[in-house]
């Protein structure tokens, strides 16, 4: 048996997300998120994904290829406890894994054929950075992927919107009208560290190519500014 494997990635996705920070911390948390996954001129093959068409969502295999560590700890601080409890590492989904791979279950929208890409998948509530490699591809079957007798443990309900959202107008009009329910989606969620609460400090993230920088007090969170990303 080989000790190692070797893999490549077989596409990548492209999202609203120009970094880390703002990306919802697992998939089908904002529905409204929309992404593209483009395949490697390698595996631009449409019979690749002959029936895919039928499944209304897919499992996306990937690699967190912007947070590779040099070794790994058993132990990680999740999010959902607010980076103040330890769980083991097998029993989160972080990052920080003796592998760096992750697991999204996400909608298709469709199976499309393009002019530049070739054959793409356009999906829904992905949590991916844009860029990120995808390695795999498998279809999410709902009679065995979804079992009603399952536990969740610490994390048994799913994250809720914590904050209310005030966009003032003036800025609300830059956002492209099909990305503001997917923005506003993603900053209810409230995107900061668990572990800062400063009202006066500001945050800012890229969206769909625009900074968008907030501050939160209490349970509101105000966009104070939305402009073109740098490039």
Same mark, same amino acid.
């Given at each position: ?8 990635p ?15 911390? &697992?998939?089908? $948390?904002? +529905?409204?998120l ?5 395949? +490697?001129?390698?595996f631009?093959?449409?019979?690749? $994904?002959?029936? =895919? *068409? ?5 499992? =996306? ?7 590779l560590? &040099? ?9 959902? $406890? ?9 029993a ?13 279950c996400?909608?298709? +929208?469709?199976? *499309? ?7 793409v998948?356009?999906?829904?509530? !992905?949590? $991916?950075?844009?860029g990120?490699?995808?390695?795999d ?6 009679y ?14 799913? !994250?809720?919107?914590?904050l ?7 800025l609300?009009?830059l ?14 969620l409230?995107?900061?560290p668990h572990?800062q609460?400063?009202? *006066? ?5 890229v969206?769909?190519? =625009?900074e968008?920088?907030?501050?939160? !007090?209490?349970?509101? =969170?105000?966009?104070?500014e939305?402009?073109p !990303?740098?490039?």
């Amino acid at each position: 048996m080989a000790d190692t494997f070797s893999m490549r990635p077989i596409a990548r996705i492209h999202s609203e997300f120009g970094s880390k920070f703002g990306v919802p911390r &697992q998939s089908g $948390l904002v +529905e409204a998120l929309s992404a593209t996954v483009v395949f +490697e001129p390698e595996f631009r093959n449409p019979d690749a $994904l002959r029936g =895919l *068409e039928g499944f209304s969502h897919i499992w =996306l295999i990937w690699a967190f290829d912007q947070s590779l560590r &040099q070794g790994w700890s058993p132990t990680v601080r999740p999010p959902r $406890l607010g980076g103040n409890a330890r769980m083991g590492v097998f029993a989160t989904r972080s990052p920080f894994r003796p592998n760096p791979i992750g697991l999204s279950c996400v909608a298709l +929208e469709a199976v *499309e054929t393009t002019a530049h890409d070739g054959t793409v998948l356009r999906v829904r509530g !992905a949590d $991916l950075m844009d860029g990120t490699p995808i390695l795999d591809i498998k279809p999410y079957l709902p009679y065995g992927d979804c079992r009603s007798e399952a536990t969740g443990g610490f994390a048994s309900a799913p !994250a809720a919107p914590a904050l209310t959202v005030d966009i003032p107008p003036h800025l609300l009009e830059l956002v492209p009208p099909e990305r503001r329910e997917a923005l506003t989606g993603v900053l209810a969620l409230d995107p900061r560290p668990h572990y800062q609460d400063d009202p *006066e400090r500001v945050y800012g993230f890229v969206f769909a190519g =625009l900074e968008v920088r907030f501050s939160v !007090a209490g349970d509101r =969170l105000t966009v104070r500014e939305i402009g073109p !990303a740098a490039p």
